[in-house]
């Protein structure tokens, strides 16, 4: 079992330009979850999917944001235009339903937007 | 809402000797899950441990385990026999339906 799979693994770009993060969730697994880490605000929930719908977008911080997943082994997160604030650490998690709960996390892209 | 306090920012242990890690959360949920998430300098989250709710049996896994108190909505981890590899950020979270709450984080620092 590969894991969860996040792409790239780290992003320079200058603000106004767009972005876009990647996740393989792990095969079998049916919830998908989008988080945001700062110092400043930890760890946060952008948004999540199941069986490929979005179902709660609630975290995300602006319509600058925007997550799709086009079926199940595939999701993507854009950010346009990006801005100096939006730098972070990005994580994909997925999780199986009917599992305990916990979810299995990528490795995380590290963005940063000059 | 569903809220988690890690009431301690950071901690230090030697090598070899054991600590605890402070939780609490929240809920009003009778039937829930909580765990214990580490995440070294590589910034890999990684599950150490899992308790569901509806268990009195307090979870261990290895020199990991909880001591759950439900009435109290306390969850704390105590890690024996620490190691150099040990140190790292723990997270503290709740699982309710779909979703995890974590709690802000606690840094552990291992001294040789």
């Known amino acids: 079992d590969a894991g969860v799979i996040q792409s790239p693994r780290h992003e320079v770009t200058e603000m106004g330009q767009e972005v876009t993060l990647r996740c393989k969730p792990i095969?079998?697994?049916?919830?998908l979850f989008w988080y945001r880490q700062t110092m400043m605000r930890g760890l946060e929930l952008l948004i999540y999917?199941?069986?490929?719908?979005?179902?709660?977008d609630s975290g995300m911080p602006e319509d600058r944001f925007s997550a799709k997943m086009p079926n199940a082994s595939f999701s993507t997160l854009k950010i346009q235009p990006s801005e100096p604030r939006d730098s972070a650490v990005y994580f994909c998690?997925?999780?199986?339903?009917?599992?305990?709960?916990?979810?299995?996390f990528g490795p995380g892209t590290r963005l940063t937007v000059l | 809402a569903q809220t988690v306090t890690q009431s301690q920012p950071e901690m230090s242990v030697q090598e070899a000797e054991t600590v605890t890690l402070s939780c609490t959360y929240d809920?009003?949920?009778?039937?829930?899950?909580l765990f214990w998430y580490k995440q070294p300098p590589s910034r890999q989250m990684i599950l150490v441990i899992r308790?569901?709710?509806?268990?009195?049996q307090n979870a261990t896994e290895n020199r990991f385990s909880v001591n759950f108190q439900k009435a109290a909505k306390s969850f704390s981890l105590k890690i024996s026999d620490s190691q150099l590899g040990d140190a790292a950020m723990y997270f503290c979270?709740?699982?309710?339906?779909?979703?995890?709450?974590f709690g802000g984080g606690t840094r552990l620092m291992v001294k040789p």
């Open positions: 998690a997925s999780r199986r339903q009917g599992s305990y709960n916990e979810q299995f």
């Open positions: 308790q569901e709710a509806y268990k009195q």
């Open positions: 979270a709740y699982g309710a339906g779909n979703m995890l709450t």
């Open positions: 095969s079998g697994h049916n919830s």
């Open positions: 999917f199941n069986n490929n719908v979005p179902i709660d």
């Open positions: 809920t009003s949920e009778s039937d829930y899950y």
